[in-house]
């Protein structure tokens, strides 16, 4: 079904791991266990369960077990050598490699350490210094390589395209559930899969911004919200529109008007050099000068790649400052309990100068009344 | 698709949580912080993100935030009640209700609270003592109450459901993506999603336990593996069947009798009061007799329910003890590389006296002779 010809990417994990190792000596580490699955995966391409990968100055050695070792074997770059933990814990193979490199601080994920691991890690490295890191590879993550950008194209173009292709077979005794099955499946059989659960609302449940689809039909209310994204080839798409359906009530088309407003204000002000809370603040007093700012009760955007949710944070308390290669949400939406919701969601990618919409579905007004069979 | 009826289930969360509390007082606690997500959802329904839950001897209050409100207030049972966090982080509003409520030593799950987490909290805590408490939920949702085997009963059948109609429709020049695809969208068709990325290994790489299905279509080995299981609301199945297409060599035959004697072995076995790890045995010795001990490398099961893995292990080093309403997998498997693998795995349910396999599809050797048309 997709016209997009498939492409193998080259990973560059050798500039992940310079860019890792750079930081670890600044801070004057000699180690780093990286338990993240998807910082993992980002640094040396292996997408399997229960490992660990520590880096060195030296080297990369990926701590997994039995299960995966021909997997390993086959997905990792040159960079990387294999350990097996045969029947040891993680933790006890890490601190037994941490000993024979002669490792003394050790900087730690403590995102992604239960505290749990922590101190049994802690127990079994002895005297070794553990350092927790923050959100060191995550950071890193904040800035797509080209290769990255490419497939968060591929992935916004298939969300777009499914939507589209769902959107022309709804009729109105359809349930949200229905819908999001749609959704569901005709991402499967574009090559990819659902980056999470659709979020499908019709009528006063569009005012949930996280509403779960349900049984209700989607022709018993006039506002139809869609929240989807693919995910394809590990990266993630997040996309959100409202339509209506039937009825066109003034109040539809005053705060669908605000919302559009807010959410092009705020992609006019994304370049290289802004903060992240100036982009959220510019949607937010738009939204609060038109009466509506009480019913934006969520921040106005996410980074999105590896996952769904990531780096930046675009909220009023975000230090993140925007920089090009940057690839994030911007979602402002007004939620009336007692009357519904309207979001519109756009995953956009940030340039030399300004911002690149990846989710180019329409948005204008008119292109969300919805016209349904039977 | 499905010819289940559809069955709103009432779980008995007051039963639940009372045994919660129970081992809190044993232990003296007086507060408990679920912050794991199934945990959560086992205790009172909710599943939602970024939430935790906090039991004390009267109360049990879901921390969560303005984007879940409504969901929370549909799902939570009568004995459950919410507090948004509006602007504070969760461990910041939690240690605010263990002051309100006065709690002193406070329980947390160590597994699922991360090292950074545990740091913020215990800072915001300040005096108030944190106590780790182990799998306590896990070890409860070890014993399966009967709505819970319901929905078992229910995945089961529709992971044999779905591999029958997908079996049906097998042709050489299918690839195993394609394969996996087929399933995905099957389960999906029939209300359910895939538990997990199903495995579907042709040929050599079948002797990989975790298999990532690739683009090598089925027709060109003799071997075929698929290891699949539906989720469907909420509850998980898991099931492998290794089939053979066109050719039949005899060493197939041999190692199938003899992976398959071992299930049999220690299926036969299982009943309250064994140990887990004397299942295991049991079936390890059977493949150690017939000199395929070195080719069977992880343990032979794993508990299912709201997680495709869960407690019990059955392995050689689990302290685990059957008991009545346990779910779990009995999977051994012999993989030789160069030539390829065979596993065969089914989801049992422990009843009074022996177990009742919820997995019901053809294993014997003869059915696994799959004619593909084309």
């Known amino acids: 079904m997709t016209d997009d010809p498939i492409i193998i990417m080259e990973f560059d994990h050798q500039s992940r791991l310079r860019k890792v190792r750079k930081r670890l000596s600044r801070r ?10 998807k910082n ?5 391409g292996f997408s399997g369960e229960d490992s660990w990968l520590l880096v ?3 080297r990369a050695i990926l701590i997994t077990d ?7 074997a086959a997905s990792l770059p ?9 029947r040891k814990s993680l933790n006890a193979k890490a601190a037994e490699l941490c000993r024979e490199h002669s490792l003394k601080k050790i900087g730690f994920e403590e995102r992604h350490l239960s505290y749990g691991e922590f101190y049994r890690l802690k127990k079994s490295l002895r005297s070794r210094e553990l350092m927790p890191v923050g959100e060191l590879v995550e950071e890193l993550r904040m800035i797509k390589y080209p290769e990255e950008i490419d497939l968060l194209r591929r992935s916004a173009r298939m969300t777009t395209r499914v939507l589209s292709l769902v959107m022309k077979g709804l009729t109105p005794s359809l349930t949200e559930l229905d819908v999001a099955g749609r959704i569901n499946i005709a991402l499967l ?3 990819g899969r659902s980056a999470f659960s659709p979020i499908v609302a019709t009528g006063l449940r569009s005012s949930q911004p996280h509403a779960v689809a349900s049984h ?10 869609i929240d989807m994204g693919a995910e394809s080839e590990a990266y993630n798409s997040d996309m959100t529109r409202t339509f209506i359906l039937g009825d066109f009530p003034r109040k539809f088309k005053t705060i669908y008007r605000a919302v559009l407003g807010a959410q092009k204000k705020a992609i006019r002000l994304i370049r290289p050099g802004v903060t992240a809370s100036s982009i959220d603040g510019v949607a937010r007093r738009y939204l609060e000068e038109r009466g509506y700012g009480s019913y934006f009760g969520h921040s106005l955007g996410h980074g999105v790649g590896l996952e769904v949710h990531e780096r930046p944070v675009i909220s009023s308390r975000s230090r993140d400052v925007i920089k090009k290669g940057m690839v994030f949400t911007v979602e402002p939406g007004v939620y009336i309990p007692g009357w519904g919701g309207i979001r519109i969601e756009d995953t956009v990618m940030v340039t030399e100068d300004e911002c690149e919409i990846l989710t180019e579905y329409p948005k204008d007004l008119e292109s969300m009344v919805q016209k349904m069979k039977g």
């Open 56 to 58: 060195t100055a030296e």
């Open 216 to 225: 209700h039909s989607i022709g018993g209310g006039n506002v139809l919200l």
């Open 66 to 72: 039995f299960r995966f070792q021909e997997q390993a």
């Open 28 to 37: 004057g580490l000699d180690g780093f266990l990286v338990a993240g699955k």
């Open 78 to 86: 040159p960079e990387c050598e294999v350990s097996l933990r045969t």
């Open 189 to 191: 059989r574009d090559g």
């Open 40 to 44: 993992i995966y980002y640094l040396c």
